[in-house]
């Protein structure tokens, strides 16, 4: 079993509607959490982080962890076709001794 | 202020020919780190440095692959001999500590290609 586990999708919405994406993790060290989004050809880009459990809400995003279940979100009101890419979730259990542990990502496509 | 770039975006090459990347981080970022990320997968941790020093490098497969970063700012990685199964994209990634409130900032990636 993986660390981080993730859908790869596709997901396929249509514009305008709200989008969940979701990834479970294994251990429970892991106290620091973030969303990062990949565009083809490019390199991952930090969307949201988010420490231990909550919400944590940037404009139309909103990250939430739920530590006892061990499950994380990221929410997207209002989906749009700019918002087509993968997105990866990512955790490190923090202590600045790790790199990122990664999911697989999820490749979303927001219909126009 | 200009992102991480790396060089060359794309690597086609022969399998058991060898092959290097080479990094520029953020100016200032001390951190650096390099990952591999395999069609379909997220990208995973091959080694970290902080300035000059390699802090993790449990997951570079060593008998092939070597980096290094000299006066702790460029960072190169090298493969030799290359095999086919090492066809990835390459990314480097730069913040300016090592710590879990750094943000990591990743360049576009040198997408290696072996025949």
Redesign the interface.
């Known amino acids: 079993q993986k660390e981080v586990e993730q859908d790869p999708g596709p997901l396929s919405v249509p514009e305008g509607a709200i989008v969940s994406l979701n990834c479970t993790y294994s251990n429970s060290a892991f106290q620091y959490f973030m969303w990062y989004r990949q565009y083809s050809r490019k390199g991952p880009e930090l969307l949201m982080y988010t420490y231990s459990s909550g919400n944590k809400e940037d404009g139309r995003f909103t990250a939430q962890v739920d530590k006892s279940s061990k499950y994380i979100s990221l929410f997207i009101r209002d989906s749009q076709p700019s918002d087509s890419a993968t997105y990866l979730c990512a955790t490190y259990s923090g202590g600045g001794a790790d790199g990122l542990t990664f999911g697989k990502g999820t490749h979303l496509i927001i219909q126009p | 202020e200009a992102g991480?770039v790396q060089s060359p975006r794309y690597k086609i090459i022969e399998k058991k020919q060898p092959v290097a990347f080479w990094c520029n981080p953020i100016s200032g970022h001390n951190t650096l780190?390099w990952?591999r990320q395999n069609l379909?997968?997220?990208?995973?941790?091959l080694i970290?440095y902080e300035n000059e020093e390699a802090?993790?490098d449990s997951q570079l497969p060593k008998d092939r692959f070597s980096a290094e970063r000299l006066k702790g700012v460029d960072s190169t990685l090298k493969i030799q001999p290359a095999e086919l199964g090492d066809s990835a994209v390459y990314?480097c990634?730069s913040s300016s500590?090592?710590?879990?409130t750094d943000?990591?900032?990743?360049?576009?990636?040198t997408?290696l290609t072996v025949l």
Do not use: I, K
Not at chain 2, 40 to 45: H, R, S, T
């Open positions: 991480v780190y990952y379909g997968q997220g990208p995973e941790l970290r802090v993790d990314l990634a500590g090592g710590t879990s943000t990591q900032y990743f360049g576009p990636g997408r």
